[in-house]
């Protein structure tokens, strides 16, 4: 399959239907969203590296996947996010607080699933693919034309549950749209041990419909994330899309990804840097001027304070709180860790 794409990295829209619908004012709003979410992101990041924060996964790279799909649903659509869905979790209106509060340790989760139709983080690799299915299972039950869209990485293909869920979604005709960011990496593991035939291809053996979008083109992924929701919200049954995109930071604030790639890879991705693309459009169709450059530096700058302010004003953690809500009725073994954790934290008091 080809890839799908509208925006050429040097900043050419291409002769496509879907690109006369793109005019300034979407492009300008798409460019907002991921600048903003990019600020964040490196705001966090730096956090993290103050102390501020016990772990930070940054979407660095992944802006435009995020943007193009969540701008391209409604927004009573009901998303079921994976961790670093940093730039779409913002665009459903989620404050940095709520977003920086799980990873400093002092809330389980940050905010309302019903209130911003938006689901927690989920850790546990592709289990938000079957929450999906069986939200979008109930959503075909409920009668209303709600569709559900679901992220996940390239990795979290290879788990049992993603696999069980593309097939229940299909043979249930549920009106879940499965939204994968193939950002080449599952921590240091490769696509190419991940798996043997390209993802999307997988999606037609089990009867998905499927598309292949450059995932750093965020009008791209917008259209094509378009064209697939209108078809399941039409009720023509789940889609996937592969977006094909890069994790230009480490996995984590704990990994080191020097170790296991290249810097000439991470400069190859650079020049597909998904926001250096569309402002290059922004430049070439004049569609940006000095107001609007000054306006969102200042917009972004005010993020960075927002940020920066709202993490430290959080708590400190309680370390001994993660006990309790391990089990709701507790057991003997997190009894004993409990205890074997007061220990250790007393005999640093001591000293
Ligand atoms: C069920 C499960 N197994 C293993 C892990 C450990 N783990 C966390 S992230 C990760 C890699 C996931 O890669 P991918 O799905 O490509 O997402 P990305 O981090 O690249 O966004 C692994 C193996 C986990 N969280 N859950
Ligand atoms: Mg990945």
Do not use: K
Not at 193 to 214: M, T
Not at 228 to 244: C, D, M, N, Q
Request: a negative charge.
């Amino acid at each position: 399959m080809e890839t799908y794409r509208l925006l050429d990295p040097d900043g050419t829209l291409r002769d496509d239907p879907a690109a006369e619908h793109v005019d300034a004012e979407l492009c300008r709003a798409l460019y907002r969203d991921m600048v903003l979410a990019r600020r964040l992101d490196s705001e966090a990041y730096n956090l993290q590296r103050q102390g501020e924060l016990g772990l930070w996964l940054q979407c660095l790279g992944q802006e435009a996947a995020q943007v193009g799909s969540i701008r391209a649903i409604r927004d009573d659509d009901q998303v079921f996010p994976s961790y670093r869905d940093h730039a779409a979790a913002m665009c459903r209106g989620i404050t940095a607080e709520a977003l920086l509060a799980q990873w400093r340790g002092v809330r389980q989760s940050g905010w309302d699933p019903a209130e911003h139709h938006f689901g927690i983080y989920t850790l546990v690799l592709a289990a938000q693919l079957l929450h999906a299915v069986g939200y979008a299972m109930g959503v075909a039950r409920d009668g209303t034309d709600e569709i559900v869209l679901t992220y996940f990485g390239d990795g979290s293909s290879s788990e049992g549950e993603a696999n069980e869920a593309f097939n229940w979604a299909a043979t249930v005709h549920a009106p879940v749209l499965f939204f994968c960011q193939n950002n080449q990496w599952a921590i240091s593991t490769p696509t190419s041990a991940q798996f043997g035939a390209p993802l999307h291809r997988r999606a037609e053996g089990f009867g998905l419909a499927a598309q292949l979008v450059d995932g750093n083109d965020v009008l791209a992924v917008r259209a094509a994330t378009q064209r697939a929701a209108e078809a399941v919200r039409r009720g023509e049954g789940p889609a996937l899309i592969e977006a094909t995109t890069y994790r230009m930071a480490g996995h984590s604030t704990s990994d080191d990804p020097t170790r296991y790639r290249s810097e000439a890879e991470l400069d190859h991705w650079r020049t597909l840097d998904p926001i250096d693309r569309l402002r290059r459009l922004l430049e070439r169709e004049q569609w940006t001027d000095e107001a609007f450059v000054a306006d969102l530096d200042a917009e972004a700058d005010a993020l960075g304070t927002e940020v920066r302010r709202v993490c430290r004003a959080l708590p400190d953690p309680d370390p001994a709180a993660m006990f309790a809500h391990v089990l709701p009725t507790g057991s003997p073994t997190v009894d004993h860790q409990r205890e074997a954790y007061a220990a250790y934290s007393a005999s640093f008091e001591e000293d």
